[in-house]
């Protein structure tokens, strides 16, 4: 056969590829990873007794729009490092914004109280469990997401697989949020931010080898 009648071959019944595909299905994956994650943490460790509480809800919110936060401009990204030269339309920068709020308003909680509390502040009670949770629940969130972003076609493996790890950790704090009972401020930035910062480094080292075409 000769060139130009495979390549006539090939390009017969060739169908547009719908350019949304991947969006909607990583959509669909995180949903799902929410969904999984809360199930683990809620099997694994149960929820926090006091959620009826007006002072518990109150925290649960803030730790909830922090992970929010970071989960909606993270998949975001994702959604574009998932087609093919996504990294060149992305300012990754955004996603520091929640890391940069919390830290601020953690500041400010620890210059407004007694320098004695600064340390039960930052290490809380749960320093531990949230130190070693949070990365454990985000395992079947990442590798959902994951999953997902292979349905496109990834240039920059590291980067996906880093902001794969950041959706996965943000949706893990998620979960965790409804379990843990360490409200402080400080605890939230250095605790959640640090784990989930964790995630977005494991993303980054496991993307390559996870991502390859």
């Given at each position: 056969?000769?060139?130009?009648?495979?390549?006539?071959?090939l390009?017969?019944?060739?169908?547009?590829?719908?350019?949304?595909?991947?969006?909607?299905?990583?959509?669909?994956?995180?949903a799902?990873?929410?969904?999984?994650?809360?199930?683990?943490?809620?099997?694994?460790?149960?929820?926090?007794?006091?959620?009826?509480?007006?002072?518990?809800?109150?925290?649960?919110?803030?730790?909830?729009?922090?992970?929010?936060?970071?989960?909606?401009?993270?998949?975001?990204?994702?959604?574009?490092?998932?087609?093919?030269?996504?990294?060149?339309?992305?300012?990754?920068?955004?996603?520091?914004?929640?890391?940069?709020?919390?830290?601020?308003?953690?500041?400010?909680?620890?210059?407004?109280?007694?320098?004695?509390?600064?340390?039960?502040?930052?290490?809380g009670d749960?320093?531990?469990?949230?130190?070693?949770?949070?990365?454990?629940?985000?395992?079947?969130?990442?590798?959902?997401s994951?999953?997902a972003?292979r349905?496109g076609?990834?240039?920059?493996?590291?980067?996906?697989?880093?902001?794969?790890?950041?959706?996965?950790?943000?949706v893990?704090?998620?979960?965790?949020?409804?379990?843990?009972?360490?409200d402080?401020?400080?605890?939230?930035a250095?605790?959640?931010g640090?784990?989930?910062?964790?995630?977005?480094?494991?993303?980054?080292?496991?993307?390559?080898?996870?991502?390859?075409?």
């Open positions: 056969m000769k060139t130009d009648d495979l390549v006539a071959l390009s017969t019944s060739l169908e547009p590829v719908d350019p949304k595909a991947v969006v909607r299905t990583l959509y669909v994956a995180i799902a990873a929410a969904i999984a994650a809360l199930g683990i943490a809620f099997a694994g460790l149960g929820f926090r007794p006091d959620l009826t509480t007006t002072r518990a809800l109150i925290y649960l919110t803030i730790k909830l729009t922090f992970a929010i936060g970071i989960v909606g401009l993270s998949l975001v990204y994702l959604t574009r490092l998932a087609h093919p030269g996504g990294e060149r339309k992305i300012s990754p920068l955004l996603v520091a914004v929640p890391f940069l709020i919390v830290a601020v308003l953690a500041a400010i909680s620890l210059g407004s109280a007694p320098q004695s509390h600064w340390e039960s502040m930052i290490v749960e320093w531990l469990e949230c130190l070693l949770s949070i990365p454990v629940i985000a395992i079947v969130p990442f590798a959902i994951i999953w972003v349905k076609a990834p240039t920059n493996p590291s980067r996906a697989g880093a902001f794969a790890g950041l959706v996965a950790g943000g893990s704090a998620m979960a965790y949020a409804l379990h843990c009972t360490d402080a401020l400080p605890f939230i250095v605790w959640y640090g784990t989930i910062v964790l995630c977005t480094l494991a993303g980054a080292a496991l993307g390559p080898r996870l991502l390859r075409w």
